[in-house]
């Protein structure tokens, strides 16, 4: 038997303890190796019930399963093939099933993360246990991927937690519990202190119950708050539907609205039936292309955190200390980081009281993690120790890390190099958080322009998970390497790219955002281009977003296009923000009006004088907006490809999905190709959309070429 992926040791106490530990692989996952392995060891359970009292599932890894493996599971999604999708999750239910009824006591004890399919698993046990160590996460997370549990996570928790809990607390969100959490959830059944007590648990458990059965296989089971049926049923569903919109804002994702159909639909028939039923609707989102894409571009993401981008050979790099250069609203932001992180910051302004205004926020942020009860006094003050609030260059002596986030003009960061770069340590990494000024210009300003590069955070800083690393045309590749172990540290996804006005992250946001100004010039009613995004799964709304980062931000992106290419080529979008600023003085939610009106920086509504101030109305169809939006920004994401500002699609798709791209397309080129007709369906309607609207519809060559060549765009 492959008994090389499960290991058996069979104890003098009868116990059999079932080791997971996938020889070919750091973790354990669903794989083929896996499935053959559990398939041998139930056959030997079942042929040998007289030879054993009891069965512990526990991990030789750190995880204990992170559930399905994507290495499997995306082509067996490429190929969209209904048959073997459904043998292929049918036989892993089979096997769970056989596990729950061999009539002996199985215990899961949980010592890593289980996900997915490895808390499927752990499910199909009688008890399940877990030690209570920090960074162990238990869920079924299907959801955020586009897909649903297909292990039999659906109907286990329907059947332990009743419909609406099930989908509410587990399901619909997704949630990885801590695995204190989890014992609350009812997800495990105890937590122990430390993993040493964790056997001795499951040992004693199996002693205390020899023959436990599955709540579900009990004669007298009902249903969690007992079966829901005909008016109350209808009520449920709305209720559910009404929780779904809300949560997802009126996205329209097809995953939670099978997840919630799986659930409500098997809890009305017997376990098997309920099992079917789950597979079908997992088959059905599996045939939708749009699931294999989603399920790409988690892969793509976990690559890019696991580094795969970083240039071998370059040692890796952990900054003693930081000195960030400009305190306000993005340099404050990444001192947090960084302190949080554990290393010294030097944060530098124009003063003492501007630097310790910055520090401040890092004052506001501790502060609330104590209050929430998830930080120790101690924690937040250690984090504020290591800050120190400059405004001498002494200050920062010794630093190998510089991030300069001062205004936004290129004279005035060269200044700023010229004064610090001499105190720095002689090897530093001297980065810019510039949103948009070409890397390769900036780096005139320093003696060593190997060692810039651009690394652009998005706001707020300790809420947005990605960096964008910019090479300028010096750049070396141990800085870039270095610039990547520098966006790991702090836990956020390196997004590696070349050099152009905008690189790639603004292009991308400049093209959403611009996009919902033309729809005012176009006297679209504010609330509808709001909307139109929402519903299309975008992160953000952008007339909303354009204030958060302000308008007049928005107001010197446009004068520096112009003072490059002239005033004659102002757009309808770029004359709303200029009209917004210089007109009526609407500078953004700092400043208390934008395209929103604020009371004490609380948001209230839209501003009533948009409407009379551009327009006149015109009438376009709602899916003109959607679509308004999407082609906006996948064109753009195509552009920035042929350009070479992203040179793999991997980086393209993840990066627009990071930059607000909906995230259940799998990314922007994902979307181009699986559009209906794939790269020439969408060029069809891209020139459609230009007849009506604008020459910005237009598509860039390699789009035009793919649907001429019936090729895809990207690899
Ligand atoms: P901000 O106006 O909030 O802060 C800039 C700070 O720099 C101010 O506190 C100012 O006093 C300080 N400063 C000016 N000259 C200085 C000098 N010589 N030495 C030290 N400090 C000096 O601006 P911000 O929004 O934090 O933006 C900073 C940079 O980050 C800009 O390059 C901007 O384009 C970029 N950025 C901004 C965003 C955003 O959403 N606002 C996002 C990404 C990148």
């Known amino acids: 038997m492959t008994d090389n992926v499960i290991n058996w040791a069979l104890g003098s106490d009868g116990i059999v303890v079932l080791t997971l530990d996938d020889p070919s692989q750091s973790t354990n996952t669903w794989n083929t190796p896996f499935r053959q392995s559990l398939a041998d060891v139930v056959d030997r359970l079942e042929a040998d019930r007289d030879g054993y009292v009891g069965v512990i599932i526990t991990s030789g890894k750190e995880v204990f399963s992170a559930g399905a493996d994507l290495k499997e599971i995306g082509p067996l999604m490429d190929r969209a093939d209904a048959a073997e999708i459904a043998t292929f999750f049918d036989h892993a239910k089979a096997l769970l099933r056989r596990l729950e009824r061999l009539g002996k006591p199985v215990v899961a004890a949980i010592n890593g993360t289980a996900l997915g399919g490895g808390l499927e698993l752990a499910l199909a046990a009688h008890h399940r246990i877990a030690p209570d160590r920090p960074g162990i996460q238990i869920g079924l997370p299907e959801v955020t991927l586009g897909v649903i549990p297909g292990a039999g996570g659906v109907v286990r928790t329907v059947r332990m937690f009743g419909v609406a809990a099930a989908l509410t607390n587990v399901l619909l969100n997704g949630t990885k519990f801590s695995p204190r959490k989890a014992l609350a959830a009812g997800l495990v059944d105890a937590v122990v202190d430390t993993d040493a007590e964790l056997l001795p648990a499951a040992r004693a458990w199996i002693t205390a119950n020899p023959a436990p059965v599955q709540p579900w296989d009990r004669k007298s089971y ?369 400043a208390g009006a934008g395209f929103y009106d604020y009371a004490d920086g609380k948001r209230l509504t839209l501003w009533p004088g948009l409407s009379d101030a551009f327009g006149p109305a015109r009438d376009i169809p709602f899916q003109d907006l959607r679509d308004r939006y999407l082609f906006r920004v996948a064109l753009e994401v195509a552009a920035c490809l042929q350009e070479g500002i992203v040179e793999t699609t991997a980086t393209a798709n993840v990066g627009s999905v990071m930059g607000g791209f909906p995230a259940g397309t799998g990314g922007a080129l994902s979307f181009i190709n699986s559009y209906d007709g794939g790269p020439s369906g969408f060029v069809a309607r891209a020139r459609e959309l230009a007849q009506t609207y604008g020459e910005r519809f237009l598509p860039p060559a390699v789009v035009v070429d793919a649907a001429t060549n019936g090729t895809r765009v990207g690899h």
């Open 222 to 590: 009902t249903l969690p708050g007992g079966p829901v049926t005909g008016a109350e049923l209808s009520q449920q569903v709305l209720a559910l539907s009404a929780t779904l919109r809300k949560q997802l804002k009126g996205a329209d994702l097809p995953a939670p609205r099978n997840l919630i159909a799986a659930a409500i639909e098997g809890s009305l028939v017997d376990f098997a039936a309920a099992e079917t039923i789950e597979t079908r609707y997992l088959v059905n989102l599996s045939l939708n292309p749009l699931t294999a894409n989603g399920v790409q571009s988690f892969f793509d993401l976990q690559k890019a955190n696991r580094n795969d981008y970083r240039p071998a050979g370059v040692a890796p790099f952990r900054p003693t200390k930081v000195a960030v250069v400009g305190a306000g609203m993005m340099g404050a932001g990444i001192a947090y980081e960084y302190a949080k992180a554990g290393v010294a910051v030097a944060l530098k302004d124009i003063s003492v009281e501007a630097a310790e205004r910055g520090k401040s926020y890092s004052r506001t942020l501790a502060e609330a993690a104590v209050a929430k009860g998830r930080w120790t006094r101690q924690r937040a003050d250690e984090l504020l120790n290591r800050i120190t609030a400059a405004a001498d260059d002494a200050d920062l002596a010794g630093a190998d890390l510089m991030i300069e986030a001062v205004f936004e003009d290129p004279g005035l960061k060269k200044k700023t190099y010229a004064q610090v770069e001499p105190v720095l340590d002689a090897t530093a990494l001297l980065a810019s958080n510039t949103s948009q000024i070409p890397i390769t210009g900036l780096a005139e300003g320093v003696t060593r322009p190997e060692a810039f590069i651009g690394m652009h955070f998005s706001s707020p800083v300790d809420k947005m998970p990605m960096v964008e690393v910019v090479k300028g045309a010096l750049t070396s590749r141990e800085s870039v390497s270095r610039a990547v172990d520098v966006v790991r540290l702090i836990n956020k996804t390196p997004i590696v790219v070349n050099d152009g006005r905008g690189f790639y992250l603004t292009r991308l946001f400049m093209a959403a955002t611009f996009e919902a100004c033309e729809m005012v010039a176009d006297g679209v009613p504010a609330t509808s281009i709001e909307q139109a995004a929402l519903q299309n799964g975008m992160l953000t709304q952008p007339l909303l977003v354009l204030d958060q980062v302000s308008l007049s931000l928005s107001r010197s992106i446009i004068a520096d296009r112009e003072a490059e290419t002239g005033t004659d080529k102002r757009t309808a979008g770029e004359g709303v923000i200029i009209r917004m600023v210089d007109q009526f003085g609407r500078l953004g939610r700092a």
